[in-house]
């Protein structure tokens, strides 16, 4: 693995990731392909916008054109795809979007790696388990997503093993569980609490706020990931998490203490439709390779915070046009 294509590659985790491979291997050349949707920011990564070791290329993944084309000219050996719509609130309002890129997306990608005998790596999502009311979900659970971004995902998922299966690709999948950090677009829960409760707006939580997350620090799953594609089991599906969970309204009230700010900025909004009351996954199988988690939820919102209060620059620009409109439609006028 020496030239890597990553795909969704400008969003949240996938630039994460690339800045994580730069500094990790100093001979691993990183070309970024995106499409630059809303949520893709050439921002997040201006800080390695001069690596010579560093090309982005903007298209979109269900051109298979313009994907054979980066392939070739970079002479690409691994795909490693974080493109896909993820909001599930979005899913919900159009899923339009979320079937094209996450599924039809994904088979273009596969088709290109099934003719050039490429090593392919999945970013998927716990949320494709559904519901856990008790226990937790290994690898080979049944897929019972319940929402229109979820069942997407679980299609990608099973399109993959379908081309192992059949094509025998060297594909593998990772199902991450929420994840927060620096350059995470602000319509998802965490930056959207951080940075109204900055400006002392309302935080708006869904229904009692006692839904069960694992919130995962970014840099951690990036390191997950590395440890697949370089030591996993092609064919696998790895989940990747902390192995604990927090209720929302609990982070809620971490992040005002953190900031400072009075609990009363929490309101309780109507819950979405289809709400997952909790994800939980065992992680026993990623662990077994060697990695494990350095960050504990308190240690990676800390960080989080931090990095919001910090950079003012990056997020607030972002809080205007297409966001507030969408903003507007998903929690003002469900009141």
Partial sequence: MKNLLITGGAGFIGSNFVRYILNKYPDYHTIVFDKLTYAGN????????????YAFIRADICDADAVERA????RIDTIVNFAAETHVDRSIMDADAFIKTDVYGTYVLLE?????GLRYHQVGTD?????????????DDRLLPRSPYAASKAGADLLIHAYVVTHKVGATITRGSNNIGPYQYPEKVVPLFVTNAID?????????GKQMRDYQYVLDHCEAIDIVLHHGKIGEVYNVGTGEETENIVMARMILK?????????QHVPDRPGHD???????????ALGWKSTHTFEEALRKTV???VENEWWWRKLKSGEYLEYYRKQYLERR
Avoid at 71 to 74: D, G, L, S, Y
Avoid at 129 to 139: P, Q
Avoid at 277 to 287: E, G, T, W
């Fill in 127 to 139: 949320e494709v388990y559904g519901w856990v009311v008790e226990g937790r979900s290994r690898e």
């Fill in 200 to 208: 002392n707006l309302p935080l708006p939580l869904y229904g009692d």
């Fill in 42 to 53: 050439l921002d997040n990564l201006r800080d390695v916008a001069n690596d010579p070791r």
């Fill in 71 to 74: 392939i070739r000219e970079h």
């Fill in 112 to 116: 290109a790696a099934k003719k050039f």
């Fill in 277 to 287: 009351r909790r994800y939980a996954l065992d992680i026993s199988k990623l662990c």
């Fill in 306 to 308: 931090r990095w919001y």
């Fill in 258 to 266: 953190l900031l400072g700010k009075p609990e009363s900025l929490i």
